[in-house]
């Protein structure tokens, strides 16, 4: 009996040891996003939207994760960098990777290594085709689609588009044209410019020959600004519609707002929503000369999920049994903002915004 005893409490013993050296004393959580140049003033809300949360946190788990975050300047090869020394220190997981064309830079290396990403800043629909990743936001498709619902509900036909000449860009400008296909109307026309650069004339140019109605913006916030300034010196009237990758915070602070929309894929993080009110707080307690942002608050949501899934993670402690978790969030983790993991994301709804004095209002 007390050979019995002994052989399984040694068993026991060499579980529990086993399990205890599995376990990373420290979790470490790597992201690579603008934070200079461009889109610095992206990835910095993105940034502190995450730091906000974790200033927050009392629990067992803050003092096991450690979130690394490296500047990449909204460029594929610097992001490729970046996530090969990731790599090679351990990281455990990759997040908030910011960037249609530089997520898609790093997915051979990522596939090859068979890397878990969560919550990449893009729309891009082939993110939702891929194992290692899951994405936290709607995508570019979803925000397209109601883009489109409600201008046709408006009775508006005679849309152009400008967007970036890259992966981005391609995305925004593929889904508008299918979707339009699919209720019998085209573009009027289109206009392209390079990612990082100010050259858009020749946009301005080709867009302004059709003389459209809308012109929806798949660019960034500064090239929006500059673009909207120099159209409404041809047409006043025109009706812009910014993506979710125009900083809406950004953009309001470069022109004047009449006659744009933006879109966006989580809800006002001034509105009365809980945890919109605990975002501004928490990023006021953080730092009290940091403005709250979209991005911001989308980057303090998609935390929110991922350190409820680190508190569950159990043996065996794996990258997998973390999106295991995260798949299986609950629907009513956050109040009043719907959770269902669905082609691959867990938001699945997108906003129509205007802004007025000095806030933003959904368009219903």
């Given at each position: 009996?007390?050979?019995?005893?002994?052989?399984?409490?040694?068993?026991?013993?060499?579980?529990f040891?086993?399990?205890?050296?599995?376990?990373?004393?420290?979790?470490?959580i790597?992201s690579s996003?603008?934070?200079?140049?461009?889109?610095?003033?992206?990835?910095?809300?993105?940034?502190?939207?995450t730091l906000?949360?974790l200033?927050?946190l009392?629990?067992?788990?803050?003092?096991k994760?450690?979130?690394?975050?490296?500047d990449?300047?909204?460029?594929?090869?610097?992001?490729?960098?970046?996530?090969?020394n990731f790599?090679?220190?351990?990281s455990?997981?990759l997040?908030?990777?910011?960037g249609?064309?530089?997520?898609?830079e790093?997915?051979?290396f990522?596939?090859?290594?068979?890397?878990?990403v969560?919550?990449?800043f893009?729309?891009a629909?082939?993110l939702?085709?891929n194992?290692?990743?899951?994405?936290?936001?709607?995508?570019?498709?979803?925000?397209?689609?109601?883009?489109?619902?409600?201008?046709?509900?408006k009775?508006?036909?005679k849309?152009s588009?400008l967007?970036q000449?890259?992966?981005?860009?391609?995305?925004?400008?593929?889904?508008?044209?299918?979707?339009?296909?699919e209720?019998n109307?085209?573009l009027s026309?289109?206009?392209?410019?390079?990612?990082?650069?100010?050259?858009?004339n020749?946009?301005i140019n080709?867009?302004?020959?059709?003389?459209?109605?809308?012109i929806?913006l798949?660019?960034?916030?500064?090239?929006?600004?500059?673009?909207?300034?120099n159209?409404?010196?041809i047409d006043?009237?025109?009706?812009?519609?910014?993506?979710?990758?125009?900083?809406?915070?950004?953009?309001?602070?470069l022109i004047?707002t009449?006659?744009?929309?933006?879109?966006?894929?989580v809800?006002?993080?001034?509105?009365?929503i809980?945890?919109a009110?605990?975002?501004?707080?928490?990023?006021?307690k953080?730092n009290?000369?940091l403005?709250?942002?979209f991005?911001?608050?989308?980057?303090?949501l998609?935390?929110?999920?991922?350190?409820n899934?680190?508190?569950?993670?159990?043996?065996?402690?794996?990258p997998d049994?973390?999106k295991k978790?995260i798949?299986?969030t609950?629907?009513n983790?956050?109040k009043?903002?719907p959770?269902?993991?669905n082609?691959?994301?867990l938001?699945?709804?997108?906003y129509?915004y205007?802004?007025e004095?000095n806030q933003?209002?959904?368009?219903k």
């Amino acid at each position: 009996m007390k050979k019995v005893f002994f052989i399984s409490f040694s068993i026991l013993i060499i579980i529990f040891t086993y399990i205890h050296f599995l376990s990373p004393k420290k979790y470490i959580i790597s992201s690579s996003l603008p934070l200079n140049d461009i889109m610095g003033k992206m990835g910095k809300s993105i940034k502190y939207g995450t730091l906000a949360y974790l200033k927050k946190l009392n629990t067992p788990i803050k003092r096991k994760i450690k979130f690394i975050f490296k500047d990449d300047k909204y460029e594929p090869n610097l992001m490729k960098k970046n996530i090969i020394n990731f790599y090679k220190n351990n990281s455990f997981l990759l997040y908030g990777l910011t960037g249609t064309p530089t997520v898609k830079e790093i997915l051979p290396f990522v596939n090859e290594h068979s890397i878990f990403v969560f919550a990449p800043f893009t729309g891009a629909e082939f993110l939702r085709k891929n194992k290692n990743i899951i994405n936290f936001r709607a995508s570019y498709k979803d925000e397209i689609k109601n883009i489109i619902n409600y201008l046709l509900k408006k009775n508006f036909t005679k849309i152009s588009l400008l967007y970036q000449n890259d992966d981005y860009g391609n995305e925004i400008y593929l889904h508008t044209y299918k979707i339009l296909k699919e209720n019998n109307l085209s573009l009027s026309s289109i206009g392209t410019y390079k990612r990082n650069t100010f050259l858009i004339n020749s946009a301005i140019n080709s867009i302004s020959s059709t003389k459209p109605k809308i012109i929806i913006l798949g660019s960034t916030a500064e090239i929006s600004a500059l673009f909207i300034k120099n159209y409404r010196k041809i047409d006043k009237n025109v009706l812009f519609i910014t993506m979710s990758f125009v900083n809406p915070d950004k953009l309001i602070s470069l022109i004047k707002t009449n006659n744009i929309i933006f879109s966006e894929v989580v809800p006002y993080y001034k509105s009365n929503i809980l945890e919109a009110k605990n975002y501004v707080n928490n990023l006021k307690k953080l730092n009290p000369t940091l403005k709250p942002s979209f991005y911001g608050f989308e980057s303090y949501l998609a935390t929110k999920i991922l350190i409820n899934a680190f508190n569950h993670l159990t043996f065996p402690y794996t990258p997998d049994h973390l999106k295991k978790i995260i798949k299986k969030t609950p629907k009513n983790l956050f109040k009043n903002i719907p959770i269902k993991y669905n082609n691959n994301q867990l938001l699945n709804k997108t906003y129509l915004y205007k802004y007025e004095k000095n806030q933003f209002k959904e368009i219903k």
